[in-house]
């Protein structure tokens, strides 16, 4: 018997529209755990190079994670992984809600999809029953009314439907796979499954998901759940309301906006407004809010209630969870009234909140700039409300200048030309990052930020603070239960940082403990996104449930590998290599690594070459960050360096 | 002549506002009863149901009660401040009318137990599980007639002749009878 994974993966070739039920091998479970660490095996076997993000020979891989649908609180995570038609790397975009654990009860880990269908389908899975079904009546219609539609004619109100809208259809290089209020928002997936022809993933399962040792299991899970209860009468007093709990950023729940407000740049990346948040704006957006907000909303088995349902003033009910209420806000320079209405429209259009907003707000910097003009936007409103919707429907339709923005600034800038490509100044590796600038550089976002393979900070990030605490007591308050450090130096780092003097970034944390306090931070992503648990109750919030003395144990008893703290710890990195050699066999080098130029003020080239040399190497990568022979040999991946080796890339 | 007996009342209160929609309940309900305990987790053998629409905004926790062979004459579908909610969407019973409340292997009945178990817990395994308080569990004493009771075995051959017929249960007790 399997325990936690159900062992098998549905192949489909959506060419011929042949559908293969596939026994998975139970070694990769012990070598990769599962999700994002499965996939990227699966994608370094099959997906050579050469193959383009939209070649039929591209996969779509939609995967549950090692522990989704059993009873660990939280492990309901989605993970799709794809070559992205924005980056050309490897795109994994995850989410939450209901899809995964739907589809483990269905009896499958994963669905791999290949090739292109010849008309539009949506894939039907009920348990052992498998089908492709026409989706001619669903083209072009929204992400959440594709779910609705496709349940209502399979008369199963409990089947989980993933879909794309518009924008996916039409290959949006941002587009999002959208599933109730969680989405696969990153890196254009949505638009590989859009040319893939497969307009929807519905899935229904009745079976049962095994654990190996379920009374050691339970008891961890009991845990967790008591945890969590603790930790959410007991905010963290130290740091801003928004990251004081756990789960992802509560903003369905807190008004108080100052921190993100103050700190995040509004329009295209570009201003701060330090004295923004004001008791007028307060007011006023508090009102807006509870005006919107239905009902908070949870994922499946996840205490947290992340979401929220939203029911606003002439705009259809959709669901919101996180930031996504101020990405449009902040880009337009406008009110939370005008995120609350547009966020509807774009979820059903099916376009990632993060990167829209941004090139919208590009398309009008270069309008203001005289490089695009009236004959680029014939018709366009004069008010800038009007002009965010008008250009979300061009682009989602790829109609006039919205066919060259459908794939984000970098790509835009450069098709546009006279000199566009210095307006698209927030990317990183060609992709749309947070609307951050700030003053110093900081030697752990600056790793993070150059070598994420997820290319989106708040996917790296979130067991160390961002800061160091304004008094030593707030210090020592904090660190009197930190038990989440995977070693107690850490505690140390932290209560030795201070905001000035020698002790203050760039030069501290030092390199060396940059490197340590960063992997520490990644290896938690990389075991949630393999076991798909929400990074809201592990990798992304200060003190969270799980951690690295915990998960060994939690995995162990539910899937009876025999695995502890160090094992785990070989496992993430083996999964982090991976990834790093796919991409590198793409064409990564160290040359792609660097932040967007504006990020900070103050920069250290010396410091910041010190930086990436050093974590090269605490990764066991050369010094352009390629994986070596050596240590993919110590992570049982000699046939990584073997096919590395034959390329001539090491 | 009946005599008076105390009885002990359990109570699972409902509060339909506070419920977030994530199904916990439903997850350690399937796995507390799955043998042996906790071994696997699947919701569709879970004894309560999370009616959940975020787009109606309809979320009602229903617990399996009572077997029924034959549905009803008729159908119920409450409006309570505005909102529709399903058609026997409070209803408990494990009825042909749906799905709901069967076992997915066998198609037979489900119903919810309390968690009886021994020792026996403080609150029913979902209630626990219920961070949102949603469920609350409550616990009074009423009088009642002592009735004579059908044993849990008897309860459950009743429901096998309501589905089966008594004939058809009985050739498939003589027939297992035979094998041992």
């Known amino acids: 018997m399997r325990y936690a994974e159900t062992g098998y993966n549905l192949e489909i070739d959506l060419t011929r529209g042949n559908i293969e039920r596939v026994e998975t091998d139970p070694k990769l479970a012990e070598l990769h755990l599962g999700g994002l660490g499965t996939n990227a095996k699966i994608l370094w076997d099959r997906v050579p190079p050469e193959v383009e993000p939209f070649s039929p020979d591209n996969l779509l891989i939609f995967s549950a994670g090692l522990l989704t649908g059993t009873p660990a609180p939280g492990a309901n995570r989605t993970i799709v992984s794809t070559i992205s038609p924005q980056t050309k790397l490897m795109a994994y975009s995850m989410m939450g809600g209901f899809w995964a654990p739907e589809l483990k009860h269905a009896g499958y880990d994963k669905v791999i999809l290949r090739g292109k269908s010849p008309e539009l389908v949506y894939l039907w899975i009920n348990n052992d029953k498998v089908e492709l079904r026409d989706a001619s009546h669903l083209q072009g219609k929204g992400t959440l009314e594709t779910a609705e539609l496709i349940r209502q004619e399979l008369k199963e109100p409990n089947a989980q439907v993933a879909s794309i809208g518009l924008a996916g259809e039409n290959r949006v290089f941002f587009a999002s796979i959208e599933q109730g209020r969680s989405s696969c928002s990153r890196l254009g997936i949505g638009g590989v499954m859009g040319d893939k022809r497969l307009k929807a993933i519905a899935v229904r399962g009745t079976k049962d998901v095994n654990i190996a040792r379920p009374a050691d299991f339970i008891e961890h899970c009991n845990d967790v759940l008591s945890y969590v209860k603790i930790r959410e009468k007991n905010p963290l007093g130290m740091v801003p309301p928004i990251l004081a709990g756990l789960g992802s950023p509560q903003e369905m729940k807190i008004h108080d906006e100052e921190w993100h407000t103050t700190n995040f740049a509004w329009g295209n990346a570009r201003h701060r407004r330090k004295d923004f948040w004001t008791k007028e704006v307060e007011q006023s957006w508090k009102e807006t809010q509870e005006s919107a907000r239905e009902r908070f909303l949870s994922c499946y088995n996840c205490p947290m209630k992340c979401g929220a349902s939203v029911s606003y003033p002439g705009v259809s009910k959709y669901m919101m969870k996180c930031y996504s209420k101020l990405t449009y806000t902040m880009a337009s320079m406008s009110d939370l009234d005008f995120g609350f209405r547009i966020a509807g429209p774009a979820q059903e259009y099916g376009v990632d909140g993060f990167t829209t907003p941004q090139t919208i707000a590009f398309a009008l910097e270069l309008y203001e700039a005289g490089i695009l003009t009236d004959q680029d936007m014939p018709g366009m409103p004069s008010d800038t409300e009007g002009r965010f919707f008008w250009l979300l429907d061009r682009i989602v339709r790829r109609e006039g200048i919205g066919d060259i923005l459908a794939d984000g600034t970098y790509w835009a800038a450069e098709r546009i030309g006279k000199g566009a490509e210095a307006f698209a100044h927030n990317n990183i590796k060609k992709h749309e990052q947070l609307p951050l600038k700030l003053g110093m550089m900081n030697p752990l976002y600056f790793l993070m930020y150059c070598t994420g393979e997820k290319i989106n900070i708040t996917q790296i990030e979130g067991q160390f603070p961002q800061a160091p605490f304004a008094s030593k007591e707030e210090t020592e308050d904090f660190l009197k239960d930190w038990i989440q450090v995977p070693d107690e130096k850490f505690k140390q780092y932290f209560r030795d940082w201070e905001n000035r003097g020698d002790h203050s970034i760039p030069h501290y944390p030092t390199v060396e403990m940059s490197c340590e306090i960063v992997d520490w931070m990644e290896k938690m992503h990389y075991i949630d996104d393999a076991t798909g648990m929400c990074a809201g109750l592990s990798s992304f919030p200060l003190k969270p449930a799980y951690h690295m003395h915990n998960w060994a144990t939690i995995l162990s008893a539910a899937t009876g590998i025999d695995l502890d703290e160090a094992g785990l710890s070989q496992i993430a990195k083996r999964n982090r290599t991976l990834i790093r050699a796919f991409n590198v066999r793409r064409g990564l080098r160290r040359g792609d690594e660097r932040p967007p130029e504006d990020h900070w003020k103050k920069r250290f080239p010396e410091l910041e070459a010190k930086l990436l040399d050093e974590y090269y190497k605490f990764k066991g990568w050369n010094n352009q960050g390629i994986p070596t022979k050596t240590s993919l040999h110590e992570l049982a991946m000699d046939y990584v360096s073997e096919d590395l080796e034959q390329r001539g890339i090491i | ?180």
Not at chain 2, 58 to 76: I, L, W
Not at chain 2, 146 to 164: A, I, N, R, T, Y
């Open chain 2, 1 to 180: 002549m009946m005599s008076k007996v105390k009885k002990k009342v359990k109570v699972i209160k409902i509060d339909v506002d506070k419920c977030n929609g994530c199904r916990a309940c439903e997850i350690i309900c399937a796995s507390f009863h799955a043998a042996p305990k906790y071994s696997s987790n699947n919701p569709a053998r879970a004894r309560i149901r999370l009616i959940r629409d975020p787009v109606r905004d309809v979320f009602v926790p229903v617990y399996a009660g009572e077997y029924t062979a034959s549905e009803c004459m008729g159908r119920d579908k409450y409006v309570i401040d505005g909102k529709e909610y399903d058609e026997c969407g409070f209803c408990r019973a494990s009825c042909p009318s749906r799905d709901v409340f069967k076992e997915p292997d066998s198609g037979l009945p489900l119903k919810c137990d309390m968690c009886e178990d021994d020792p026996s817990l403080k609150e029913p395994m979902c209630v626990q599980w219920c961070l949102a308080e949603a469920l609350t569990y409550e616990e009074r004493e009423e009088e009642v007639e002592e009735d004579v009771m059908l044993g849990d075995m008897e309860l459950g051959l009743k429901s096998l002749v309501d589905k089966h017929g008594l004939q058809q249960l009985v050739e498939s007790v003589a027939r297992m009878s035979q094998k041992s």
